[in-house]
């Protein structure tokens, strides 16, 4: 897996777009971004994910840089509910299986 | 509901005891993903199955032990427990190696008095 760091924690007001800004500098050509999320002990929740392109879905938006060395999540207007620690991860794809290794993600705080 | 069912939702047992949770994956996934989350250590993998056969394996303990049968619903067995062992249990599915996804259960909070 390529190594990725994340700040620990970030605040946002509710109603504002939430950026969360990932840095995985070891990324090699063929392993994807993927972005999941734990809302308080719940069962993590796929987020998304990319290669290179900017991807967007119902929950969120990622952006990935032209050098594959960073990305950022976007949640466009953040509501309390998306308090939760993101984890940003790019998995080992041996064989077909993506393998998760969870790091200690960013603790996000949307405030009202 | 993600589709993911892990049974029991909590268990309290002693140690040296011995326990099985259960996940029944999402309909149509084939592999199942074992994790532990403690407070320290934050989200561990355990084992991935693939179809009943063992894909991969993480920092499983030589006292937890797992299965896929074929009906494709998968246990984790616990044994010689310790103190250390509480934790929440988690379960998590995926159509093939994961690409689109793990779809992830509620846990078993596991307490080893």
């Known amino acids: 897996d390529a190594k990725t760091t994340q700040p620990p924690s970030m605040d946002c007001a509710e109603g504002r777009a939430a950026n969360l800004p990932c840095n995985h500098s070891t990324i090699s050509g063929n392993e994807y971004v993927y972005w999941y999320r734990q809302i308080h002990s719940q069962g993590p929740q796929y987020i998304i994910h990319g290669l290179k392109n900017n991807e967007t879905n119902e929950m969120a938006s990622l952006i990935i840089t032209e050098d594959r060395k960073s990305s950022t999540l976007i949640l466009p207007h953040a509501t309390l509910r998306d308090t939760a620690v993101y984890y940003c991860i790019c998995p080992y794809s041996g064989a077909g299986s993506y393998q998760l290794t969870f790091g200690k993600g960013t603790k996000l705080s949307v405030i009202p | 509901d993600s589709g993911v069912t892990q049974t029991p939702k909590h268990l309290i047992t002693a140690t040296g005891q011995r326990v099985t949770l259960r996940c029944s994956p999402r309909?149509?996934?084939?592999?199942v993903y074992w994790y532990q989350q403690s407070l320290d250590q934050g989200l561990q993998f355990l084992i991935q199955y693939y179809n009943g056969e063992e894909r991969a394996k993480g920092n499983i303990l030589e006292r937890f032990s797992a299965q896929q049968f074929p009906d494709l619903h998968s246990e984790l067995n616990l044994s010689s427990l310790e103190l250390g062992d509480s934790a929440l249990y988690f379960c998590?599915?995926?159509?093939?190696?994961?690409?689109?996804?793990?779809?992830f259960g509620s846990g078993t909070r596991l307490t080893v008095v």
């Open positions: 309909s149509g996934d084939l592999s």
């Open positions: 998590a599915s995926s159509v093939g190696g994961g690409y689109y996804g793990y779809t």
